[in-house]
Structures are given as C-alpha cells and as structure tokens.
C-alpha cells in the first residue's frame, strides 16, 4: 500500500488550496479514505472522511463548510478542497486508508497559512 500527497504550500488567510492522494497497492474503490493534520505540537485530528463510493462524507466541526473532501476512482485519487484557510489550518495534512486492520498514511503534506 502506497499513499502519495500533493498539493500542500503557503497561503494567505482566507486562500484556498487542494490538496491529491494517490493510492496504490490495493484496490482504492472498495475502501473508505480520511485525511488527518497534525499540527506542531498537537496531536494528529481527523479532518474529513469519504465513503468508497463517495455517498458519505464526514467533517470535523472545525472545517464544516470550508473543506470539501472527494475522491476519483478512476484515478485512484482523494481530494481535500480547502477554503477560506484560516492560520490555525497550519498543519502536515496526510491522507489515510484502514484496510483489513491496518491503518497506511502518506508522507504528509505541510500546509502553511500565514500572512
């Protein structure tokens, strides 16, 4: 299992980024994927989840409305759509998947969000 993101970088306040996982190794179409951020100094949060087929999604209170999360089976990809960025969005955001017991994650993407 191999998970790859992108898309991270600084960003003014109120900016919008997006931010790619790419999944290998596994069959991406049957499994529900997450993103987490973990902040320095603070441990690592769950910010969004999407159901396989992308019928279900879940947010942490602290991104409802601003962070959309999506996913592209044919390219074996999940999107995190982050808007109206806030600094205390600053974070190593990383993708993951649960699969058979197991939890994979990414290398982790840094988003930056300051003036």
């Known amino acids: 299992v191999q998970l790859v993101e992108s898309g991270g970088g600084l960003v003014q306040p109120g900016g919008s980024l997006r931010l790619s996982c790419v999944g290998s190794?596994?069959?991406?179409?049957?499994?529900?994927m997450s993103w987490y951020r973990q902040a320095p100094g603070k441990v690592r949060e769950p910010v969004a989840r999407i159901g396989s087929t992308a019928a279900s999604t879940n947010y942490a209170d602290s991104v409802k409305g601003r962070f959309t999360i999506s996913r592209d089976n044919a390219k074996n990809t999940v999107y995190l759509q982050m808007n109206s960025l806030k600094p205390e969005d600053t974070a190593v955001y990383s993708c993951?998947?649960?699969?058979?017991?197991?939890?994979?994650w990414g290398q982790g993407t840094q988003v930056t969000v300051s003036s």
């Open positions: 993951n998947a649960y699969i058979r017991g197991s939890h994979y």
């Open positions: 190794g596994f069959t991406f179409s049957t499994y529900g």
